[in-house]
């Protein structure tokens, strides 16, 4: 076995920084070290969803479009801008509603409410040129059933046409009530 002496040698007889130079790489590293503290893994920064933790991703999603005539539906959807609203199911009688107002089929009928929640997303982003579907959640960071919902609006190009809404579902267990909703680039804090 050879030894690689060349590394060894380069690092004996590299100058070492003194004075000002020194001092000033000093001090960065220390800043580097706090900043990276502050922001450390997983963290938001944010202090009112830094004890958030534990992320969990959907199992299972469940796609749907707004129906015209659904005035049902509009009893699920709190709208948290322009573009989006938020869907919050907790007891199954709500969710056997929403199941029926939105005409959804391959869903399951019972869930347990008495350990999580179904929530949603419906963005009325326009028409997607793409066949892809615009909306979906990516995951949920949870702790003591307080959750941060992050979802994503699909990257492309979208004709700014008055159309149904897009939608999906998802059941989370352990989940009691969400706090913060992202989509893409942007946060909403609900009631905390």
């Known amino acids: 076995m050879q030894r ?6 380069t690092q004996s007889t590299t100058p070492r920084p003194s004075g000002c130079s020194a001092r000033l790489g000093s001090v960065m590293l220390i800043g580097w070290v706090f900043v990276a503290g502050c922001h450390g ?3 938001t920064g944010d202090p009112r969803t830094r004890h958030l933790s534990g992320t969990a991703e959907p199992r299972e999603e469940w796609r749907f479009r707004v129906p015209e005539d659904s ?3 509009d009893r699920f959807a709190e709208p948290i801008s322009d573009e989006f609203a938020l869907i919050e199911v907790s007891d199954a009688q709500s969710w056997q509603r929403l199941i029926s107002a939105l005409r959804l089929v391959h869903v399951p009928d019972q869930l347990d409410f008495t350990r999580g929640r179904v929530v949603g997303v419906v963005a ?3 028409a997607p ?3 892809d579907w615009p909306i979906s959640i990516e995951h949920i960071r949870l702790r003591a059933g307080i959750g941060s919902l992050t979802a994503r609006v699909a990257d492309g190009l979208y004709n700014p046409v008055r159309t149904a809404p897009f939608g999906v579902l998802a059941y989370f267990p352990g ?6 909703v992202r989509i893409n680039h942007r946060v909403f804090y609900l009631g905390l």
């Open 71 to 73: 005035s049902e539906f």
């Open 124 to 126: 009325s982003v326009g």
């Open 4 to 9: 690689d002496d060349t590394r060894a040698i």
């Open 175 to 180: 989940l009691k009530r969400l706090s913060v």
């Open 41 to 43: 893994a997983g963290g």
């Open 129 to 131: 040129v793409s066949s």
